[in-house]
């Protein structure tokens, strides 16, 4: 049966819910998810890229069993990408089938700019969810323009979106909106007094180890260790990007894919594009020593 986020009666039920689905949460990020749900708030999360920001609205879709939609924010995005944008062609196609029609002109008029007509995008497709609250992401909001971000705050405020040419839709169903953000650029205050905050940071050791045993079941605990430590390291080095726990989940992966039980200076070098995507960070952590960083210990 169908989940109700504005039922779940604990913390502790909630993470677990999310142990379940292979995300290691904390009680931090429990008690925020858990607010959000009770008070009817978008959440924002900020963190540097691959924390598990995102990972966190697939697997909250995937514990309600609701829908997913995804917004992707990025520099110039526009109404028609993220809201609506009309079927032109279609538009067309009716225009000229409607030629010879006795219809006035306000009626052919109001016929195309009709629901028929009417190409949905994430933001208005949250809106017009007819059967149950969908999960609502809005991916890298920091990338998008400010004006943007500022058109969001009718979503956020009223969840209602206008349309000119139909008037305004308000939500049947409100959706649970997760925000992310890399700090590439800083947020308004308008649009964080609406969420509730969250910053994702890189995680410990234990929590690291957790997370890549639980995401990748039977991996050998001696390479699952060897690869949590080595990425902790080198974290601590002077990089562009530090690897995420994306990095440390796919460079597990190939390591297994190579049939590797341990890891070693040789199995590294050649797989530090799993880890590192700048040849300026393989050269920083190169030469840091990766035989030295391998032995160091915790």
Not at 245 to 270: G, N, P, Q
């Amino acid at each position: 049966m169908a989940k109700d986020l504005f039922d779940i009666d604990s913390i502790e039920n909630l993470a677990k819910g999310f142990e379940a689905q292979q995300y290691i949460t904390d009680p931090d990020l429990a008690t925020v998810l858990f607010l959000m749900a009770r008070l009817k708030r978008p959440l924002l999360l900020e963190g540097n890229a691959g924390v598990g920001k995102t990972e966190i609205a697939n697997v909250l879709a995937q514990f309600l069993d609701t829908e997913l939609i995804r917004l992707q924010c990025y520099e110039g995005l526009d109404v028609n990408a993220a809201v609506y944008e009309w079927n032109y062609r279609k538009q067309l196609l009716a225009i000229k089938i409607q030629e010879q029609s006795e219809r006035s002109e306000g009626e052919k008029e109001a016929h195309i700019f009709g629901p028929d007509f009417l190409l949905e995008r994430p933001l208005l497709k949250s809106i017009r969810a007819k059967d149950r609250s969908p999960v609502l992401l809005i991916d890298e909001v920091d990338r998008a323009d400010e004006e943007f971000e500022a058109f969001l705050l009718e979503l956020l405020s009223a969840f209602q979106i206008s349309i000119p040419e139909l008037g305004t839709m308000t939500a049947a169903h409100r959706p649970i909106v997760i925000l992310t953000s890399n700090r590439t650029r800083e947020l308004s205050d308008a649009l964080k007094r609406r969420c509730l905050y969250h910053w994702i940071d890189y995680p410990s050791r234990e929590k690291e180890l957790k997370i890549v045993e639980a995401r990748i079941p039977g991996i050998n605990k001696k390479l699952a260790s060897q690869v949590v430590d080595f990425i902790q390291h080198i974290r601590e080095l002077e990089l562009s990007k530090a690897p995420g726990v994306a990095e440390s989940i796919d460079w597990a992966m190939a390591l297994l894919a190579m049939d590797k039980t341990r890891v070693d200076t040789s199995t590294v070098e050649r797989t530090l594009g799993c880890i590192l995507k700048s040849t300026e960070d393989m050269m920083v952590v190169k030469e840091a020593g990766i035989g030295r960083l391998l032995k160091i210990e915790n």
